[in-house]
T-cell receptor, first 112, second 107 residues
């Protein structure tokens, strides 16, 4: 158990809909990262938050947004969903400048 | 921007040694990490190199050459449970992953 909790584990929704994925980082970790992993693909960096502030942005679509709350949990919002958004979405956390990122078990999103 | 290159697949025999290479281009660099991911699972941390040289952790070792923007992961005494995907990742403020190397192990 990495200490990072993601909910829900599975999500099936229709095209055009909006979903929210939730992540609770390890206790004490201020950095949260979101990644998208499509079938047989690598981990595509979406966005990073540090202590409530956006720190870095990757290849995140404009239809996607995220935030980190004062209690350090983070949410990834995906809207106007398309079939191609079907993927595993991972959240990871680390201490500041930590060498290791701890991953949650992921949310498998299926858009039908 | 950042990019990392690693082979898409590697095959080795149980009990043997295998090396997975990674080259990177990055604007910022604190170090190179390696992660393992089994099918359907989450990535798990294996090693981190901030300085040139070899780091050893049990059967796994990782090497970094900052001047060559190159690193590798060495897995010794391969076991069937080592069948997984292995990702190198560049660490600056964020963590950028390569596309991963799928390791197949033959009995």
């Amino acid at each position: 158990d990495s200490g990072v909790t993601q909910t829900p584990k599975h999500l099936i929704t229709a095209t055009g809909q909006r979903v929210t994925l939730r992540c609770s980082p390890r206790s004490g970790d201020l950095s949260v990262y979101w990644y998208q992993q499509s079938l047989d693909q690598g981990l595509q960096f979406l966005i990073q938050y540090y202590n409530g502030e956006e720190r870095a942005k990757g290849n995140i679509l404009e239809r996607f947004s995220a935030q980190q709350f004062p209690d350090l949990h983070s949410e990834l919002n995906l809207s106007s969903l398309e079939l191609g958004d079907s993927a595993l979405y991972f959240c990871a956390s680390s201490p500041i400048r930590g060498t290791e990122a701890f991953f949650g078990q992921g949310t498998r999103l299926t858009v039908v | 921007g950042q990019s990392l290159e690693q082979p898409s697949e590697v095959t080795a025999v149980e009990g043997a040694i295998v090396q997975i290479n990674c080259t990177y281009q990055t604007s910022g660099f604190y170090g190179l990490s390696w992660y393992q991911q089994h099918d359907g699972g989450a990535p798990t941390f294996l090693s981190y190199n901030a300085l040139d040289g070899l780091e050893e952790t049990g059967r796994f070792s990782s090497f970094l050459s900052r001047s060559d923007s190159y690193g590798y992961l060495l897995l010794q005494e391969l076991q069937m449970k080592d069948s997984a995907s292995y990702f190198c990742a560049v660490r600056d403020d964020k963590i950028i992953f390569g596309k991963g190397t799928r390791l197949h192990i033959l009995p």
